[in-house]
DNA sequence: CGACCGATTGACACAGCTCAAATGAAGTGG
DNA sequence: CCACTTCATTTGAGCTGTGTCAATCGGTCG
């Protein structure tokens, strides 16, 4: 899990449409961090209660999730390298979900006042982490539509998508595969499925030779065919023109969409 | 559909955690805009248009949606009078979902010239929009919850909850009655379910004495019940706290919650 | 070696979907 | 004021995707 300079994917994610001064990154450069090893399912932020700093993904996966009712818990929102993850504690008096690793995962806390004040300085970033906030908005509004509208398999593929996507724009998963140690079950509570039914469903992907998911690395086998299946469109990734063009076949052998 | 001041209920919202000062108030009272009447189902934003404005409600409801492959759309959002229904359009090129109108409905448009011009000069209203923006992203997050994990009746019930409460941090709604010109499949796209089986929890609702649902208007009648029923607490819309202790009985009657 | 956790499999139940048709309400135009 | 259209609500009858329950299997770790 080599991490190189800690601040570099989330420059990569705030440059993403403007590019920053040289003056812009030295600040965020210069963020007094820590940097902590968080173990699989530990839990980093606890809804209700307040905490005075910001969560940045190093490496490995985090996630947001909240427990309903007598039933299972559900999963909201991926973070992948890069992300904050906790960008609400910016502006919101408490956190109104629970965030924890998926596996295991290196995370960097940033102080809030560090981070106000750096925002304040410079109108440019502030623009960036705002940019930020609005991006996770549309991440979490296709996500509704996922479960809404999709059925169990096309939700699977979707999510997939959005992973490589969002891990590629990040200079990761470029040869559409990504190591993950979560289970069947984090990957049905991200679906709202239940956990037998996402074991059918990846043994469905795995039999359609779309996916090769052995205990701890997913490899995309058929980019193409997984995008139809998850009916998967990137715009709302805002992705630059390059990348999202790159969306047809982004690393893969190039096959014709249709048969 | 009295309206007011238009931006009352806008000034309402933003100073929901901290006051404005003077001259912020007047900064916003003094934004340009272009008072609209929208018919039923108007299109307001369209997916990938490019926009120099912003949408703020005036009465009515507004609608964030997105159509998926060859099924029905899903709702993502409803926007009550006071909010901005398309602030993304102030940092993303361009938008990632059609917003509409449910039934008929007032809006103002905010040149995004403006706007920028205007959070520039003030840094206390970049806040206050900012956390707007984020207090939208937790709706979104709650949202994902109710699709993944709640059956359709409960996620009717949560779907009411919320729009009580957001009307009423805007001064409506006061008497859990509100008029509400959509019909059933609005509520089915919202709720990830179809217009048949909408109208089947629609009538078990009424059957339970929750609440009465004529052509034209909403009123709860087992603000508790219901509640209970939608698995509903209300944190992630971040009231204050008065308005929160309110909950338990906004405007009814005083039942205790235990049987 | 035992304990534990995650993956897998099977059987069965049911919430919610689709299709289709009937009813009702609100215009619209003659 | 009455046909006629249109759109929303309502009802019924199967069908199916997915959940639940329960048992088994396989790997990992102390």
């Known amino acids: 899990?080599?991490?190189?300079?800690?601040?570099?994917?989330?420059?990569?994610?705030?440059?993403?449409?403007?590019?920053?001064?040289?003056?812009?990154?030295?600040?965020?450069?210069?963020?007094?961090?820590?940097?902590?090893?968080?173990?699989?399912?530990?839990?980093?932020?606890?809804?209700?209660?307040?905490?005075?700093?910001?969560?940045?993904?190093?490496?490995?996966?985090?996630?947001?999730?909240?427990?309903?009712?007598?039933?299972?818990?559900?999963?909201?929102?991926?973070?992948?390298?890069?992300?904050?993850?906790?960008?609400?504690?910016?502006?919101?008096?408490?956190?109104?979900?629970?965030?924890?690793?998926?596996?295991?995962?290196?995370?960097?806390?940033?102080?809030r006042a560090a981070l106000a004040d750096m925002l304040g300085n410079s109108p440019r970033l502030a623009k960036a982490f705002w940019r930020e906030t609005l991006m996770q908005a549309a991440v979490y509004r296709e996500w509704i539509i996922n479960l809404g509208r999709r059925d169990a398999i096309a939700r699977v593929a979707h999510v997939?998508?959005?992973?490589?996507?969002?891990?590629?724009?990040?200079?990761?998963?470029?040869?559409?595969?990504?190591?993950?140690?979560?289970?069947q079950m984090d990957l049905a509570d991200a679906c709202g499925i239940s956990n037998v039914h996402a074991n059918r469903i990846v043994q469905e992907l795995r039999r359609l030779r779309l996916i090769d998911w052995d205990s701890r690395q997913i490899r995309i086998r058929d980019w193409e065919a997984l995008v139809r299946l998850g009916d998967f469109s990137p715009n709302y990734l805002h992705l630059r023109d390059a990348e999202a063009h790159g969306i047809s076949a982004p690393q893969g052998l190039l096959e014709p969409a249709e048969p």
Chains 1, 2 share one sequence.
């Open 1 to 111: 899990m080599e991490i190189g300079r800690p601040y570099s994917r989330l420059l990569c994610r705030l440059e993403h449409f403007d590019i920053l001064s040289l003056h812009d990154r030295q600040r965020v450069a210069e963020l007094p961090l820590t940097v902590v090893n968080c173990v699989a399912n530990q839990q980093i932020v606890r809804i209700g209660e307040k905490s005075s700093r910001c969560t940045l993904v190093l490496g490995g996966f985090l996630c947001g999730h909240k427990q309903v009712g007598g039933s299972r818990r559900q999963i909201t929102s991926f973070f992948v390298p890069g992300d904050i993850a906790d960008l609400h504690a910016l502006h919101l008096p408490s956190p109104d979900q629970d965030i924890s690793a998926l596996g295991p995962a290196v995370v960097a806390f940033l102080p």
């Open 160 to 183: 997939l998508c959005e992973l490589i996507l969002r891990l590629q724009t990040v200079g990761l998963a470029r040869d559409l595969c990504f190591s993950m140690h979560w289970t």
